[in-house]
Structure formats: C-alpha cells, structure tokens
C-alpha cells in the first residue's frame, strides 16, 4: 500500500520560493504517476501538476512557467518546486499517487488513489 507524506510548506512573502517535499513509504514510486493538488477549506480541489512514471509533466495554467515538478526515484520523492509565489498560491497542498497501472498525466483527481495528509503553504506580505 502506497503511504505518501508531504512537507516543506510554510510561510512565504510575494515573489518568494518553497520546495515542496512528497515523500513515499510501502512502496516505491517508480511505478506511479504522481500528482500535486491544492485546495482551500469550501473549496474544489485544482490540480496543480503531475509526473508521470516515463517522466512526462503536467501543469495547471495558473502555475505554469513558476512549479517545476520533478522525481528521485532513488530517494522515494517527488518534489515540487514554486517560484515566484503569489497570495492567490495560498492553499493546504497534498500529493497523491495515481491508480495502479495508470501511466498517464492527468490533473484530475479521478485518477488518484493515495493521498498524502497535506501540507500548508501561505503566501502572505
């Protein structure tokens, strides 16, 4: 069973930077597309972005050109890196696995079965 914890959330000010860590037990993530989502209490969850086992990435426009997502398999992690963050960045982001035997790169979370227990980061002057 795929178990997934993330960290590196935190306070940040505009313009400022956090590497988000999604760190896997139980199994390894080599197998698994792995995707970061977001979401605000009352509010949907978005997709952030997404790596899939080949490597292939995908990212919601509103982040596009600021995350980097990127895998260590030989550590169990993915990251995801955020430049130039902004207020509206603000949310508890999780990460999440996706369904066995799925190699896709999808930001929906129909395709995610394990969720991490979310991590929250604040972007606030």
């Known amino acids: 069973q795929l178990q997934l914890v993330e960290s590196g959330g935190g306070l940040v000010r505009p313009g400022g930077s956090l590497r988000l860590s999604c760190t896997a037990s139980?199994?390894?993530?080599?197998?698994?597309?792995i995707g970061w989502f977001r979401q605000a209490p009352g509010k949907e969850r978005e997709g952030v972005s997404c790596?899939?086992?080949?490597?292939?990435?995908n990212y919601a426009d509103s982040v596009k050109g600021r995350f980097t997502i990127s895998r260590d398999n030989a550590k169990n992690t993915v990251y995801l890196q955020m430049n130039s963050l902004k207020p509206e960045d603000t949310d508890i982001y999780y990460c999440?696995?996706?369904?066995?035997?799925?190699?896709?790169?999808?930001?929906?979370?129909?395709?995610?079965?394990?969720w991490g227990q979310g991590t929250q980061v604040t972007v606030s002057s």
């Open positions: 139980g199994s390894t993530l080599d197998s698994y597309t």
């Open positions: 999440a696995g996706g369904s066995p035997g799925y190699s896709g790169a999808s930001l929906s979370d129909y395709w995610y079965d394990y």
């Open positions: 790596i899939s086992s080949s490597g292939s990435t």
